[in-house]
T-cell receptor
Framework: GAVVSQHPSWVICKSGTSVKIECRSL??????MFWYRQFPKQSLMLMAT?????????EQGVEKDKFLINHASLTLSTLTVTSAHPEDSSFYIC???????????FGSGTRLTVV | KQEVTQIPAALSVPEGENLVLNCSFT??????LQWFRQDPGKGLTSLLL?????REQTSGRLNASLDKSSGRSTLYIAASQPGDSATYLC??????????FGTGTRLQVFP
């Protein structure tokens, strides 16, 4: 079956530093990838939609200069949290679309803790 | 703006019970609806996907129905087991290929 690999699974960083999270589709090409943020005991909130070779589309309220998204190939999208602050601590999950509005595969998530 | 709501928010039952989880959405113009399972601190596992033209899908002990016109979906879990304990999320897809998630139902099945 389709697999999406997300790394790292957890990361602790100091306030003010940047953190990069990778999302790879291992056995299919994903023209569209999505990045979500999830707070404890809450649902997933879409942050941005990433299309290969073009700029990401951010949801309202998401700072594009803070959450840099790059989708350089059909199998890799990255999310960089720049100048991280404690309030950025959260669970970040990516997903890849199979196309034709049929199915999505999710990564295993990244727990970010900013201290 | 599409809003997806799930009830109940939490559910605790003894094993063996048949369960019904509900999902409602405000805009019936969806492409599909998907049910996911999320274990604590983990990503999402897709359980069932129902295309907008379909009424239901089944996989093992799981059955999901879709009533698009009334904006409702139901996930039925038969003969629940402790291993079914997780958070269940429904999500709808709009014409932009985005998934819009519901609020989730936290299920605990105890022995």
């Amino acid at each position: 079956g389709a697999v999406v690999s997300q790394h790292p699974s957890w990361v602790i960083c100091k306030s003010g530093t940047s953190v990069k999270i990778e999302c790879r589709s291992l056995d299919f090409q994903a023209t569209t990838m999505f990045w979500y943020r999830q707070f404890p005991k809450q649902s997933l909130m879409l942050m941005a939609t990433s299309n290969e070779g073009s700029k990401a589309t951010y949801e309202q309220g998401v700072e594009k200069d803070k959450f840099l998204i790059n989708h350089a190939s059909l199998t890799l999208s990255t999310l960089t949290v720049t100048s991280a602050h404690p309030e950025d601590s959260s669970f970040y999950i990516c997903s890849a679309s199979h196309g034709d509005f049929y199915g999505y595969t999710f990564g295993s998530g990244t727990r970010l803790t900013v201290v | 703006k599409q809003e997806v709501t799930q009830i109940p928010a939490a559910l605790s039952v003894p094993e063996g019970e048949n369960l019904v989880l509900n999902c409602s959405f405000t805009d019936s113009a969806i492409y599909n609806l998907q049910w996911f399972r999320q274990d604590p601190g983990k990503g999402l596992t897709s359980l069932l996907l129902i295309q907008s033209s379909q009424r239901e899908q089944t996989s093992g002990r799981l059955n999901a129905s879709l009533d698009k016109s009334s904006g409702r979906s139901t996930l039925y879990i038969a003969a629940s087991q402790p291993g079914d304990s997780a958070t269940y999320l429904c999500a709808v897809t709009d014409n932009t290929d985005k998934l819009i998630f519901g609020t989730g139902t936290r299920l605990q099945v105890f022995p």
